[in-house]
């Protein structure tokens, strides 16, 4: 309905050598589903973290909102034991409905600061934009800060 760019799957190819040849896996790490709340329309973008108990994921899936009849995202963690099968653990960015953040949370990135044992996400987000030119949107940066948590910790 937007036009948004977006991800739909999410793999990775493995190789012997950094000049390959690569081989992809048969089948996406991630992928969009019609049947899912939170990602029926596509993944979004996804920062891969690995951490002391496996992998945690951020992702900014996008998903039909059938209230407002329009697309939406949502910032999500996800967990994996292997780095391959990861499981929706919480929403750590709901969909906002007003202001500079109320289109789309488009991307995201984290680094743990050990000195302050706390995780910072930085993420990018658009508004809903100006009634005359509705594909004229505002881009602004965000900063959420999260305490370690037992699953989601550094090595």
């Given at each position: 309905?937007?036009?948004?760019?977006?991800?739909?799957?999410?793999?990775?190819?493995?190789?012997?050598?950094?000049n390959?040849?690569?081989?992809?896996?048969?089948s996406?790490?991630?992928?969009?589903?019609?049947?899912?709340?939170?990602?029926?329309?596509?993944?979004?973008?996804?920062?891969?973290?690995?951490c002391?108990?496996?992998?945690?994921?951020?992702?900014?899936?996008?998903f039909?909102?059938?209230?407002?009849?329009r697309?939406?995202s949502?910032?999500?963690?996800?967990t994996?034991?292997?780095?391959?099968?990861?499981?929706?653990?919480?929403?750590?960015?709901?969909?906002?409905?007003e202001?500079?953040?109320?289109?789309?949370?488009?991307?995201?990135?984290?680094?743990y600061?050990?000195?302050?044992?706390?995780?910072?996400?930085?993420?990018s987000?658009?508004?809903m934009?100006n009634?005359?030119?509705p594909?004229?949107?505002?881009?602004?940066?965000?900063?959420?800060i999260?305490?370690?948590?037992?699953?989601?910790?550094?090595?």
């Amino acid at each position: 309905d937007t036009g948004q760019k977006c991800t739909e799957y999410f793999s990775y190819a493995e190789s012997d050598t950094i000049n390959g040849p690569y081989i992809p896996l048969k089948s996406p790490i991630m992928a969009s589903d019609p049947d899912s709340r939170w990602s029926n329309l596509a993944l979004g973008s996804i920062k891969i973290l690995p951490c002391a108990q496996g992998f945690a994921a951020i992702r900014c899936s996008f998903f039909f909102d059938e209230e407002e009849r329009r697309s939406r995202s949502v910032m999500m963690l996800l967990t994996s034991e292997d780095g391959i099968k990861f499981e929706e653990k919480r929403i750590l960015m709901p969909p906002i409905r007003e202001g500079w953040a109320s289109r789309y949370i488009t991307s995201c990135d984290a680094v743990y600061r050990s000195e302050e044992k706390a995780w910072y996400c930085y993420f990018s987000a658009n508004d809903m934009g100006n009634g005359d030119h509705p594909f004229l949107v505002r881009e602004s940066l965000g900063l959420l800060i999260g305490a370690e948590r037992q699953f989601f910790h550094a090595e």
